[in-house]
C-alpha cells in the first residue's frame, strides 16, 4: 500500500501562484507515475500533470505554461508550481500514484482545496 498525503493549498488571488507537495510513504518502489487531478464542483475529476518515474511530464492543455509538475525521488515528494492562477483552476486537487505494472492511478491523497478569487 501507498500512502499520499498533500498540502499546499489555499485561498489566492487570479494571477497568483500556489505550490502543492505531496509525499508518499509506504511501498514506495512500487510507484512510476505520480500526478496532479482536479475536481471543481459539478465537474468530473480530470488529469492536470503527471511524471514518470524518470521525470517524463504531461499537462492538460488548460495549464500548459502555467503549471509545472517536478518530483523528488529521494523524498518520494511530487510538487505541483501553480503560477498565473485563474479563477477556472478552483477545485479539489488530488495526488495520484500509479504503479508500475498499472494503467491508471491507484493511490489518491484526501485532496487540498485551491481557491482563485477575482
Known amino acids: 500500500q501507498v500512502q499520499l498525503v498533500e498540502s499546499g493549498g489555499g485561498l489566492v488571488q487570479a494571477g497568483g501562484s500556489l505550490r502543492l507537495s505531496c509525499v508518499a510513504s509506504?511501498?514506495?518502489?512500487?510507484?512510476?507515475?505520480m500526478g496532479w487531478y482536479r475536481q471543481a464542483p459539478g465537474k468530473q475529476r480530470e488529469s492536470v500533470a503527471t511524471?514518470?518515474?524518470?521525470?517524463?511530464?504531461n499537462y492538460a492543455d488548460s495549464v500548459k505554461g502555467r503549471f509545472t509538475i517536478s518530483r523528488d525521488n529521494a523524498k518520494i515528494t511530487a510538487y505541483l508550481q501553480m503560477n498565473n492562477l485563474k479563477v477556472e483552476d478552483t477545485a479539489v486537487y488530488y495526488c495520484?500514484?500509479?504503479?508500475?505494472?498499472?494503467?491508471?492511478?491507484?493511490?489518491w491523497g484526501q485532496g487540498t482545496q485551491v481557491t482563485v478569487s477575482s
Open positions: 495520484a500514484a500509479t504503479r508500475w505494472s498499472s494503467g491508471a492511478a491507484d493511490y
Open positions: 509506504g511501498s514506495i518502489l512500487s510507484i512510476n507515475v
Open positions: 511524471i514518470t518515474r524518470f521525470g517524463i511530464t
